[in-house]
C-alpha cells in the first residue's frame, strides 16, 4: 500500500468533505433519482440520466477520498536538520535569488505558496541533499542550479 503524504490541515479537509460527499451529496442525489422516476420511462428520461451520471462522479469521488484518508501518512517537520526530508523547509539560491519552500505531499502542493510536492521533479531533486549541496534540475524553462542554504 502507498503512502499518502498529507499535512494535518489537508487530511482533516478531506475528512470533511468525506463526510458531507456521504451524507448530504449522496441525500441530494437519491432525491433527484426519486424525482426523476416519477417522470416515468427512465430510458428517455434526461434528468434520471443526468442524476445516474452525477452519482457515478460522487461515488467516484467518495472511493477515491475513503483511499487518501486510509493510506494518509501525516507530515511531521523533521527533528533531523541535516538532510531534506518530506516536511521540511528549505532555504534555497538559484541564480542570484533565494527562495523558500516546504517540502509537502500532492495534496497539499501549491507552488505559489512556497509548498512543493514530493513527487515533483523539483521537489525530488531537493529530497536527500544538505546543507551547501550544489545540483542542476531540469524545468521547463531548462537546466537550473540549485543550491541549499539553510534546512528546518
Known amino acids: 500500500m502507498s503512502k499518502t503524504?498529507?499535512?494535518?490541515?489537508?487530511l482533516e479537509e478531506l475528512k470533511k468533505e468525506l463526510v458531507d460527499l456521504k451524507t448530504h451529496a449522496r441525500k441530494e442525489i437519491a432525491e433527484r433519482l426519486k424525482q426523476a422516476k416519477e417522470l416515468g420511462d427512465l430510458s428517455e428520461n434526461s434528468e434520471f440520466l443526468s442524476a445516474r451520471e452525477d452519482q457515478v462522479l460522487l461515488e467516484n469521488r467518495i472511493?477515491?477520498?475513503?483511499?487518501?484518508?486510509?493510506?494518509?501518512?501525516?507530515?511531521?517537520?523533521?527533528?533531523d536538520n541535516q538532510i531534506i526530508k518530506i516536511g521540511?523547509?528549505?532555504?534555497?539560491?538559484?541564480?542570484?535569488?533565494?527562495?523558500?519552500?516546504t517540502i509537502v505531499g500532492p495534496q497539499d502542493s501549491n507552488p505559489d505558496k512556497g509548498l512543493i510536492?514530493?513527487?515533483?521533479?523539483?521537489g525530488k531533486a531537493f529530497l536527500g541533499k544538505k546543507i551547501d549541496d550544489?545540483?542542476?534540475v531540469q524545468t521547463p524553462i531548462g537546466l537550473v542550479e540549485y543550491k541549499?542554504?539553510?534546512?528546518e
Request: net charge positive.
Open 134 to 136: 550544489t545540483f542542476k
Open 63 to 79: 472511493n477515491q477520498l475513503e483511499k487518501l484518508v486510509r493510506e494518509a501518512a501525516l507530515i511531521h517537520k523533521p527533528k
Open 5 to 10: 503524504y498529507l499535512t494535518k490541515d489537508r
Open 148 to 151: 541549499i542554504i539553510k534546512i
Open 117 to 122: 510536492s514530493n513527487e515533483s521533479p523539483l
Open 88 to 101: 521540511a523547509t528549505i532555504k534555497v539560491q538559484k541564480d542570484h535569488q533565494f527562495f523558500v519552500y
